[in-house]
């Protein structure tokens, strides 16, 4: 098969997931099958991992960075799988257990606790970054300010500065009384050294309605914080030039992945329409999809339109180079991806040699004997 960069890496994944395997009545209640509005209360959920890995293979991914799903969905779940497929897989983390004991009824919700259950994950050295939601009460009826907010967004980034990992973003999607933007402006100048990945770059369920006025939001706002990384899964391949062509933002930025997994979206076409196609929720579709959609195929036709006018050296970046240099992920061979080039990398161009560290790459020994 024909791979689309050197080196592929979906940083934004869901393999314990909400699904009904075929032969398994009654896994979920039918009313949680039906209405979008229980599953995010306790759920039993279903590792996914053989498709995961088949869709891997079929679709030249190298590696896959998990996010928790619904309640249900452990840390120690996620770590289990990094275990037995470390060569695939790297893991976020969140406090999914107290979460779990919230819709159990079983404990409330408190800052405490939910960060005391972040940093023993990170102890153990098998978590990559704080996400895809930065924990919350998850009340209904709370009622947040911002410095609540704020006062919660500055703990769990103390804790990704104190273990060097990244720091999800996701309150795009609560209805607050303020806007988000201005929090994530915030905790990103705060903390300039803390990488923090903005999911989907904002372009999430629903998002198509608003078209590309939501990605030129995301970038108004990276180009203002350096640390802050544009997820571009859910991105139509019409949308990629908007940053792409932005001179505060560019290849360097971005990082491949969208929502593999997450059963309550379906793909749709759109002939004519901007964009031309999009995944989201459709409320008059079952809320728990009865096959796996085929997340891959319709992004990397993404990927290959925009090819048409981008180098493979900026995919190559976008792809994976960027999630490697992130995250810290192991890649084959050194000088894998473009380095050097003040086009590219501005004024700190010097900076980015070597862009991969030796210590992540595997065969290094290769070209020491050679």
């Known amino acids: 098969m024909k791979y689309e960069a050197r080196f592929v890496v979906d940083t934004h994944t869901h393999i314990t ?73 790297r893991a976020f983390c969140a406090d999914q257990t107290l979460k779990l004991k919230v819709a159990q009824g079983e404990a409330k919700w408190t800052l405490d606790d939910a960060a005391d259950e972040v940093e023993k994950a990170l102890q153990t050295d ?48 609560p209805v607050y009384e303020w806007d988000a933007y201005h929090l994530l402006r915030r905790v990103a100048r705060e903390y300039p050294d803390v990488n923090i990945i903005f999911c989907h770059s904002g372009y999430s369920i629903g998002a198509y309605v608003y078209g590309e006025e939501i990605i030129k939001k995301a970038c108004g706002l990276a ?47 759109n002939p004519g329409g901007n964009p031309p196609s999009y995944a989201s929720v459709i409320r008059k579709f079952p809320s728990v999809p009865y096959y796996q959609i085929d997340w891959w195929g319709w992004a990397m036709h993404q990927i290959r339109k925009v090819k048409e006018w981008v180098t493979q050296d900026e995919i190559n970046l976008i792809l994976g180079g960027n999630a490697a240099k992130i995250f810290k992920l192991p890649v084959p061979y050194e000088r894998m991806f473009m380095a050097g080039r003040p086009d590219i990398f501005g004024i700190h161009w010097d900076e980015s040699i070597p862009y991969i560290p030796d210590e992540q790459v595997i065969n290094k020994d290769e070209y020491e004997d050679s």
């Open 223 to 269: 180009g203002m914080c350096p640390n802050v990384y544009l997820e571009t899964g859910n991105w139509p391949a019409e949308y990629y030039p908007i940053a792409l062509n932005d001179p505060n933002v560019g290849p360097t930025r971005l990082i491949w992945g969208g929502d593999y997994g997450h059963v309550p979206q379906y793909i749709m076409p």
């Open 126 to 173: 098998k978590f990559i970054g704080i996400g895809e939601f930065v924990p919350k009460d998850p009340d209904p009826e709370k009622n947040y300010t911002f410095k609540e907010r704020l006062i919660e967004y500055r703990t769990f980034a103390e804790l990704a500065r104190k273990y060097g990992v990244t720091l999800d973003f996701h309150d795009f999607v």
């Open 17 to 89: 997931t909400l699904y009904q395997p075929k032969g398994q009545k009654g896994l979920l209640p039918p009313d949680k099958i039906k209405d979008w509005r229980g599953l995010g209360q306790l759920v039993q959920t279903f590792d996914n991992s053989p498709l995961c890995l088949y869709d891997m293979d079929r679709y030249g991914i190298d590696m896959c960075l998990l996010k928790p799903s619904m309640p249900g969905t452990t840390n120690e779940m996620q770590a289990a799988l990094v275990d037995k497929y470390p060569d695939k897989f």
